[in-house]
């Protein structure tokens, strides 16, 4: 017969082997893992069917930087004037590709980059230079339908605060801090550019990235940049010539850093005559 304090030391046992087998298995459901209990009677530590078939969230683009030189990844987008465009569809002509920066601060589009897309487009008006050069020109926005809409919405307004801050009616009547900013206004927007209230400037294909698949690719997709917290492309060119190949590429190190389109006209002489 087993004494009383026999009896006592064994139930104390099977009670500190209860307790640590119902802490194997909160631990275990706690790291996404199931209990199996064999006929043994001890329990069995396996990975749960739902732990192995666990869905991972889609990997963000890994960055390919473009190399001059070399062919241009190929990429389908939307266009905002409605269908799709493939790059490679574009083959026999030069490409221009454009990533203006969009937003420079919340609610607030890049006033550069937008006067530089007004005057690109009256270059083209004025000297039809995609048919001087062999020429398409895609511009590319990291943003949603919705927002490219906006951005084109916006820029009569803009035009027009750039022209008011360049030809205030009294200049005399600003403080230095306001004549500094006329003063730069100038040097920055030397020409007058004006769009209709409802006026929507869209001669090139818009590009619609708003998965930021190709701005994250070429490393361009940026949260912040140059002090600014907002979603934005490092504003950038690319020329890809007629066979497809990458002729010629710029990254912005800050908003006013950009070649002119004097320049960049100079490159696309170059591309055609083969040097």
Same mark, same amino acid.
């Given at each position: ?89 574009? &083959? ?5 590709? !454009? =990533? $203006?920066?969009? /937003? +420079? ?75 500094? &900013? ?5 040097? !920055? =927007? $030397?020409?007058? /550019? +004006? ?81």
């Amino acid at each position: 017969m087993i004494s009383k304090k026999k009896a006592a030391i064994l139930v104390a046992a099977l009670v500190v082997l209860a307790v640590a087998a119902m802490i194997v298995v909160f631990q275990g459901q706690a790291a996404g893992q199931v209990i199996i209990k064999p006929k043994s009677g001890r329990p069995t530590l396996n990975l749960s069917q739902a732990a192995q078939t666990q869905v991972q969230p889609p990997a963000e683009p890994r960055p390919q930087p473009a190399i001059v030189g070399q062919p241009m990844a190929d990429f389908t987008l939307p266009v905002y004037q409605g269908g799709q465009l493939t790059l490679s569809s574009l &083959r026999g002509k030069n490409v221009l590709i !454009l =990533f $203006p920066r969009g /937003y +420079a601060a919340e609610n607030y589009w890049c006033t550069i980059c937008n006067y530089r897309y007004v005057e690109l487009a009256d270059l083209e008006k004025a000297q039809k230079i995609r048919e001087k050069y062999n020429l398409e020109i895609l511009v590319v926005f990291p943003y949603t339908r919705d927002v490219v809409k906006a951005w084109l919405e916006a820029l009569p307004g803009q035009l027009e605060t750039v022209r008011a801050t360049k030809n205030p009616a009294d200049p005399s009547a600003l403080d230095e801090r306001g004549k500094t &900013r006329m003063e730069r206004f100038r040097q !920055l =927007f $030397p020409a007058d /550019y +004006a769009l209709a209230k409802d006026e929507i400037l869209a001669p090139f294909p818009i590009l619609v990235d708003g998965e930021r698949t190709l701005s994250k690719k070429l490393d361009l997709f940026r949260t912040e940049w140059t002090g600014s917290k907002v979603d934005q492309n490092i504003p950038s060119v690319y020329i890809v010539d007629a066979a497809g190949v990458l002729q010629f590429k710029y990254l912005g190190q800050n908003t006013v850093d950009r070649p002119g389109y004097d320049y960049i006209l100079k490159v696309l002489e170059v591309i055609n005559s083969g040097r």
